[in-house]
């Protein structure tokens, strides 16, 4: 059991390390909210991968087997909500700062949840693993820690962008936040336009 915690921190840890657009819009919601939203919008992240990665243990080749069919619209509706993302983040950049009520914590946290949820790739990864790492996934007891441990990396990971972020909260001047969320915003479209470029290459 041991070895399937070291094995789940690693694939937790090497899923959400590499900085994407859901990796993007958590330091762009820490950075403009504060610490409370963006480890809510981490939370939101890591339920996601909790509930992939135990999904992917429980079913395996099954589940890819399963989601075949709906992999096409699947990256496709993840590719249009990255672009609405991006594009309105432009709007908000491009337009003078007025003072807004700051969502609440439950909406951060469900939006997050929404986001990570359309990208069929987590769920895919996961699954890879189930089917690649037999001895995990043949016994019930490895098979939870996995779980857990995949799920503790990527809140640790979330969390420590968010808190990282957060520290800039209020101290950068509001010209320089405005081109911090244009950059991020076109690195999301683009991330966006690769998502459904990919898609239809291998639809």
Do not use: C, K
């Amino acid at each position: 059991m041991f070895d399937a915690l070291l094995i789940g921190l690693a694939a937790g840890y090497a899923i959400a390390i590499p900085v994407g657009p859901i990796a993007l819009l958590i330091i762009r919601t820490a950075m403009h909210g504060g610490l409370r939203p963006g480890l809510a919008a981490g939370a939101g992240t890591a339920t996601v991968d909790f509930l992939y990665a135990a999904v992917a243990m429980l079913a395996g080749p099954v589940l890819v087997t399963a989601i075949a069919p709906i992999l096409f619209p699947a990256r496709v509706g993840a590719a249009l909500v990255l672009m609405f993302f991006a594009l309105a983040a432009t709007r908000r950049a491009g337009a003078r700062a007025v003072a807004t009520e700051p969502a609440s914590t439950l909406r951060t946290y469900l939006v997050f949840v929404g986001l990570t949820i359309v990208n069929p790739a987590t769920v895919i990864y996961f699954a890879a693993l189930a089917v690649g790492l037999p001895a995990v996934s043949a016994d019930p007891l490895a098979r939870a820690a996995f779980v857990v441990a995949a799920a503790t990396a990527s809140l640790s990971w979330q969390w420590l962008l968010a808190g990282t972020a957060s520290l800039f909260h209020g101290r950068i001047p509001a010209r320089a936040e405005r081109w911090a969320a244009r950059v991020s915003a076109v690195i999301i479209l683009a991330l966006a336009l690769r998502i459904l470029a990919d898609a239809f290459a291998q639809r």
